[in-house]
């Protein structure tokens, strides 16, 4: 099909009017005053914006359902501090309504795993917000494996297994440990029993997979970031509330940064810093980072609105397009398929009636690797 007379908004370059040519569920064309192909349907989009489909590179999106309760949440397997052995794949259910909301509002591509009640909690998975079937919908199935550093872990296991942070720090660097001189026996033709979490964390130290770190806190931020720069790892920095506080440490740990999400209350002290402030600092220090919801924690579909209270503390309209597309993107690593308009990437797109970050701005449709959804 070809969608003709648009404002598009590739994100990478400028803003045009123009058309856009979807072929074989990736976008094709580019440009201005594209011919029609023989038989090619026509979408005549005058008036009307067309940006990439958002890209929301931290949530939990399926995983915890709405209308229910205990038996529609899988986001915590609550049963031991380390799982990385768990995968967000097994506990994501994509018929949700949730996952419907956030399609119909142009959220196109999510990664969602477990949430932050484990020291190491399992694997996230990246998927298209579209069908009936989570292995259909797959991006990348095991995207990031999950850490968390601070309250969380700490609250869940006070009476069990955890009481400082310290010992946060101590059963990652020993599950971390224990994987190296696992892999090692391994790849040296020694005969080790099978290990279920090694094997899990194997592609972790590997760097193969990124550690996705919850941190709030200014010092949990650089927990993580010891660990990460101590065995030589690629992690993310997911929350952040305390980075503009020391922002230089962030910087010079070359880590991305996924900041949010500030649309909640003061729920923990570990917030107390919380402003939508922090993006503006994360841009003007040079660092890689995208906006999240860290749905249910915020609706999945108020994903541009948390982008646009943002721009209300400095951020200017483009960077907030941008970490909510195609910045997402880059820190997830998919960059080549989602995240900006460009030839050769999915044919994820929203055509709508104003900016991305208007709240009266209206879907008018949503296309998913080419097939056009509402």
Same mark, same amino acid.
């Given at each position: 099909? @070809? ?29 201005? +005053?594209?011919?029609? @192909?023989?038989? %090619? ?21 399926? !995983?915890? %359902?709405?209308?229910?309760? !205990? ?18 794949? +097994? ?20 990664? $969602? ?37 601070? %309250? ?17 720090? $101590? ?29 899990? !964390? ?126 997402? $993107? ?45």
């Amino acid at each position: 099909m @070809l969608l003709k007379n648009g404002h598009v908004f590739p994100v990478e370059g400028e803003d045009f009017f123009g058309d856009i040519r979807i072929s074989k569920n990736v976008i094709a064309g580019v440009g201005k +005053d594209l011919d029609a @192909l023989p038989k %090619e349907e026509i979408i005549d989009c005058t008036g009307l914006n067309i940006y990439p489909g958002m890209v929301e590179a931290h949530c939990h999106l399926g !995983m915890e %359902e709405s209308s229910i309760r !205990m038996e529609g949440n899988d986001v915590n397997e609550m049963s031991d501090p380390l799982t990385p052995q768990v995968r967000g794949i +097994d506990g994501c259910y994509i018929l949700d309504e949730s996952v419907k909301n956030a399609r119909e509002a142009g959220i196109t591509c999510v990664a $969602a795993g477990p949430g932050s009640a484990n020291v190491v909690g399992g694997t996230f998975v990246c998927y298209k917000t579209n069908g009936k079937c989570i292995d259909d919908a797959i991006v990348q199935e095991n995207i990031a494996m999950k850490a968390a550093f601070g %309250e969380n872990p700490k609250r869940v296991y006070q009476d069990s297994k955890i009481k400082t942070r310290m010992n946060i720090a $101590a059963l990652l660097r020993n599950l971390l440990f224990k994987t190296k001189e696992y892999m090692e026996k391994k790849e040296s033709g020694k005969d080790v029993p099978f290990n279920m979490q090694y094997e899990a !964390m194997i592609p972790v130290l590997k760097k193969e997979m990124p550690l996705k770190c919850h941190a709030h806190r200014s010092d949990d931020i650089l927990t993580a970031i010891r660990i990460g720069k101590e065995f030589d790892l690629d992690l993310t920095l997911d929350h952040v509330t305390d980075g503009a506080i020391i922002v230089d440490k962030i910087k010079e740990s070359g880590y991305p940064c996924i900041v949010g999400p500030a649309f909640t209350h003061k729920s923990k002290y570990e917030l107390k810093a919380k402003s939508f402030k922090t993006p503006k600092v994360m841009k003007e220090h040079g660092i890689l980072f995208s906006i999240t919801t860290d749905s249910p924690v915020v609706p999945q579909e108020y994903l541009p609105i948390c982008a646009a209270l943002s721009v209300k503390e400095g951020l200017s309209g483009k960077d907030a397009i941008e970490a909510i597309t195609l910045s997402p $993107a880059k820190i997830l690593k998919i960059s080549d398929r989602v995240g900006s308009i460009k030839v050769g990437k999915d044919a994820d797109l929203i055509v709508c009636t104003s900016s991305l970050l208007d709240p009266q701005n209206e879907i008018k449709n949503v296309f998913i690797d080419g097939k056009q959804i509402n």
